[in-house]
């Protein structure tokens, strides 16, 4: 009773803190205004397409609304020291302390390859944040090396949330093996946290809208790319009907409990990250 107690008290206090993603689209800021309150932290992505400026404009209009914004520098995108230091001005005199660092797919890059070289130039501009994020990718990226261990001298480990918890996340759901997209799964655990943003009334519109997976044609082990709106006209991947408040709360436990298990294990941290040399 008390390991749940005090799993339902980290699981609350995750969820009050929980943060929103959005794209800087045109109508993106009217709908935050609408729906999301003003004491939610916003994290602004960025895009080659639309322009690293799209994303700071944004950001400072939501700070200017009271919400704590943190927008993407994609790394990739920044021109040089001399622009990441404009930055950081600017975001410094809207009161933003964090940001989040990834790589970004600019192509070709300016002054900055990879996140960790502007990490670097951050640290040279004096450190102006208090809280970086940065990225990580368990199955790899096709910019990365692979080699922040050997470079930090540091223990790294990454992880996806439904890849580790996996095997929690099946023995919860009804209808599915796996965590799809805004399915039984994910329909359940905003249920359990937002109930007011989910229209359960029109769940039955997914199963109308989908068509037929890879693995529905051919099994296992194949993979094909293929859009959202391909797999499903709606956006919807899996059976959100089956979702309820409750199974989203056992989902939040489950997952958490998975993941602590897993980062709290010193084998982990102890494992040699290269061969040590035979004299």
Request: glycine residues 6%; charged residues 20%; hydrophobic residues 45%.
């Amino acid at each position: 009773m008390r390991n749940k107690t005090a799993s339902s008290t980290t699981t609350v206090r995750l969820l009050e803190n929980a943060r929103y993603e959005v794209l800087p689209t045109a109508s993106i800021e009217a709908k935050l205004l609408e729906h999301v309150p003003l004491d939610r932290t916003i994290t602004v992505t960025a895009s080659p397409a639309k322009g690293l400026a799209t994303t700071l404009d944004l950001a400072e209009r939501l700070a200017r609304h009271g919400y704590t914004a943190v927008p993407h520098l994609a790394a990739r995108m920044i021109r040089d020291r001399a622009e990441l230091a404009e930055i950081c001005d600017r975001l410094a005199g809207l009161g933003i302390t964090g940001v989040f660092v990834p790589a970004g797919d600019a192509s070709p890059p300016g002054s900055y390859p990879d996140a960790l070289t502007l990490l670097e130039d951050l640290a040279f501009l004096g450190n102006p944040f208090s809280h970086i994020g940065i990225t990580g990718y368990p199955e790899s990226h096709p910019t990365i090396t692979d080699d922040l261990t050997p470079k930090l001298e540091a223990a790294i480990v990454q992880f996806t949330y439904w890849y580790t918890a996996a095997a929690a996340i099946a023995e919860i759901l009804e209808t599915q093996t796996a965590l799809m997209h805004a399915c039984e799964a994910e329909t359940s655990m905003m249920l359990a946290v937002r109930p007011e943003l989910v229209a359960m009334h029109r769940a039955a519109l997914a199963k109308a809208n989908s068509t037929p997976d890879v693995t529905d044609v051919v099994g296992g082990g194949v993979y094909r790319w293929r859009t959202i709106g391909a797999r499903s006209s709606s956006g919807v991947i899996g059976n959100p009907e089956a979702a309820t408040a409750e199974k989203g709360e056992r989902l939040f436990e489950a997952i958490a409990s998975a993941l602590a298990n897993k980062l709290c294990n010193t084998e982990l941290w102890q494992l040699p990250w290269q061969a040590e040399r035979i004299e």
